[in-house]
């Protein structure tokens, strides 16, 4: 998951101050450049191991490598739709927002007063941080869910420093 500072965010403005806002995605190392050439390959190295088969009169070990190579294209497609998917996070001194776009384009929003809003996170040590939510009286939203344990406790962190940053007192400067 890839975590940047908000330039892109779906919240409109609303001329309060922004405390804290990132967007989150899903990483892909592959680009779409790798996978042509990784397909290229494996199509390659795949067509002629069906040849050679094809020639030692095994004719429909021909067809199946075939198929390895259409189920492997459309799992990688998959994948990259995936990628779609984003996870937007603002913190103002009077609204956290918690927006939650799925690969398919569904998004799920929750708006919670920053002053009742608090963070739940489950710690290994070995590991790092396994779940962090957002909790707010009794609504519990989960965040930065397609991230590592390390980022989830970089993510809380921050958000704790914002949280705690809003119920200090925000202060605006006048130009």
């Known amino acids: 998951m890839i975590m940047t500072q908000a330039n892109d965010q779906p919240f409109p403005e609303d001329g309060e101050p922004t405390v804290f806002a990132t967007v989150m995605a899903p990483h892909r190392s592959l680009s779409a450049r790798g996978f042509l050439i990784f397909m290229l390959a494996i199509g390659g190295l795949s067509l002629a191991s069906g040849f050679y088969f094809l020639s030692l009169g095994a004719w429909p070990i021909f067809g199946f490598f075939g198929l390895d190579v259409v189920l492997l294209y459309f799992a990688f497609r998959a994948n990259f739709r995936a990628a779609a998917a984003r996870e937007y996070i603002r913190v103002t001194p009077s609204l956290v927002q918690v927006r939650q776009v ?3 384009g569904e998004a799920k929003e929750a708006r919670m007063n920053p002053f009742f809003t608090r963070l739940k996170r489950r710690d290994m040590e070995e590991i790092g941080t396994l779940d962090l939510s957002l909790v707010s009286r009794e609504r519990q939203v989960p965040v930065g869910i397609h ?9 809380a962190d921050d958000l704790g420093d914002a949280l705690g940053q809003v119920k200090r007192g ?4 006048v130009f």
């Not at 991230?147 to 970089?154: F, I, Y």
């Open 102 to 104: 799925s690969a398919r």
């Open 147 to 155: 991230l590592g344990p390390w980022q989830k406790a970089e993510l």
């Open 170 to 173: 925000v202060t605006r400067t």
